[in-house]
């Protein structure tokens, strides 16, 4: 991946080179000229050969040479990132990164829970970072966004919005039971609005968020406590119901009597488009990859594999069993990517699925059968699991999850795929890479969101044992 400076280094060389092109196009004009005369013919030749005087032309550095330090290797940690490629984030208690975004400064923004799992009331945080992995002391307070109420609160997704507000979508506790929230922040870290959905009939978890960048607004997705339906609502820019979407702007999914939401997006034509699971036979042990979307008026759009949702089992291999999701991504023709885990009998593979745009089937330009398992990323045979996906510009398919260590732990591992679902050899030599003990904990290592910056390096943030909690982080991949 190349960096700014290389492009302005050959900008400057190409701007010399054509100076230097102008001034032997002059010399040849003149030449001819003096063709009837007899002279002339050595100036022509020695202007085409890009001499001037009988002196080689050294405008243009040697092809394929760039200036120093400005070509970085793929598919490792990137040394301008405090050093290191990595920050860690460790405060008293647990810090979890569960979203990350870039705004129009640059800035990497991660939105996340704070203390959640020690029996301490829990708060949803924001974490503001300069380029070079400081944070941004000027963001909220040193860098850092706290929700601090008496309630329990968890941040669960995070994104910047195209009006350049920070969203973070999660749950809040009300009066005894948790439900969907949103909160808005502008981009000194000062809190604009937050909300919660407290219309639900029952205890709802609140999960991954999405921008409408078609008809404006945010959609959420969730679950009823414990998992008995999938919840997709819709609010506006000002975190108002969206009474077009389904008659009150939240709807629970009750065709399958066991599901829930885990992310969604909004797809190019405004449509939600959620990922997540769901049990047919209403068995807490046997899950399948459930995948839905729903037109802008809240009702399940059946051009998508007839039902309005698509469901899978048995990728790697064992049927009835477990199969989840983790991340979700449109390519650039509108086609579907999720990334998961499926159960192999012994432990469980990571896998990616295609699936169509045009109909919600699966996509068998895609390795033949429309989905591809991954196993044994790791130091150690065990479990691979997709955990988030991004695709470039180029359809090209980034991967985060988690690989196993000789210790029996979670390393981080990322997979970078073409858009057949094969290994990219030059993403750190076979196509993969993974790092552990990220915290100093020796302890699992979890990947939870992935994005790219601009320069299309890779930020992955989530959560590292350091002995005692976790710590939240965020790897810069080049």
């Not at 085409?48 to 405008?59: Q, R």
């Not at 750190?428 to 299309?456: F, H, K, R």
Request: glycine share 14%; charged share 15%; proline share 3%.
């Amino acid at each position: 991946m190349k960096r700014a400076g290389h492009y302005q280094i050959e900008s400057l060389a190409i701007a010399a080179h054509l100076k230097e092109l102008r001034a032997n196009l002059s010399l040849i004009l003149f030449a001819l000229l003096l063709l009837p005369f007899g002279v002339g013919c050595d100036l022509i030749d020695n202007a085409i050969k890009g001499e001037i005087g009988g002196k080689p032309s050294d405008s243009l550095p040697p092809n394929n040479t760039p200036a120093p330090g400005s070509e970085s290797e793929s598919g490792t940690l990137d040394p301008t990132f405090n050093s290191s490629g990595i920050v860690v984030y460790s405060g008293e208690y647990d810090s979890i990164g569960m979203g990350i975004g870039v705004d129009s400064s640059l800035r990497i923004l991660v939105g996340g829970a704070y203390g959640e799992s020690l029996g301490n009331a829990s708060s949803a945080q924001v974490w503001a970072y300069n380029q070079n992995g400081t944070l941004d002391s000027s963001f909220a307070s040193g860098g850092v966004f706290t929700e601090t109420v008496n309630n329990w609160v968890k941040g669960r997704d995070f994104l910047v919005d195209s009006l350049g507000k920070l969203v973070m979508g999660g749950n809040k506790e009300w009066g005894g039971t948790d439900d969907p929230t949103y909160w808005v922040l502008n981009a000194d870290g000062s809190l604009y609005t937050s909300i919660s959905n407290s219309n639900y009939a029952g205890e709802v978890q609140g999960a991954g968020i999405a921008e409408d960048k078609v008809n404006g607004g945010y959609y959420q997705t969730g679950f009823l406590y414990p998992h008995n339906s999938m919840t997709i609502s819709k609010k506006s820019y000002l975190l108002v119901n969206q009474t077009s979407f389904g008659g009150t702007g939240r709807i629970s999914f009750n065709s399958i009597p066991y599901s829930a939401g885990w992310r969604v997006k909004a797809d190019s034509n405004g449509k939600a488009v959620i990922i997540g699971e769901s049990s047919p036979t209403s068995s807490t042990s046997n899950y399948d990859l459930t995948v839905w979307r729903y037109n802008v008026n809240g009702t399940l759009d059946t051009s998508f594999n007839t039902l309005g949702y698509f469901t899978h089992d048995g990728a790697a291999g064992s049927l009835a069993s477990q199969e989840y999701a983790g991340g979700l991504a449109f390519d650039s023709l509108g086609d579907i990517f999720v990334t998961g885990a499926s159960y192999n009998g012994s432990d469980y593979d990571m896998v990616v699925w295609k699936i169509k745009e045009t109909d919600g089937s699966l996509d068998t330009s895609f390795n033949g059968s429309g989905y591809k398992v991954f196993k044994n990323v790791g130091a150690a045979v065990g479990n691979d699991k997709g955990k988030a996906i991004i695709i470039d510009s180029d359809d090209n398919i980034f991967i985060a999850g988690t690989g196993q260590d000789s210790g029996g732990f979670e390393d981080v591992c990322l997979w970078k795929l073409d858009r057949y679902g094969n290994l990219d050899t030059s993403f750190s030599t076979d196509g993969t890479y993974c790092v552990g003990n990220i915290a100093g904990g020796n302890g699992d290592d979890t990947p939870i969101a992935v994005t790219l910056d601009s320069m299309g390096k890779i930020l992955v943030t989530g959560n590292s044992f350091n002995g005692t909690t976790k710590d939240m982080f965020i790897l810069r991949i080049q």
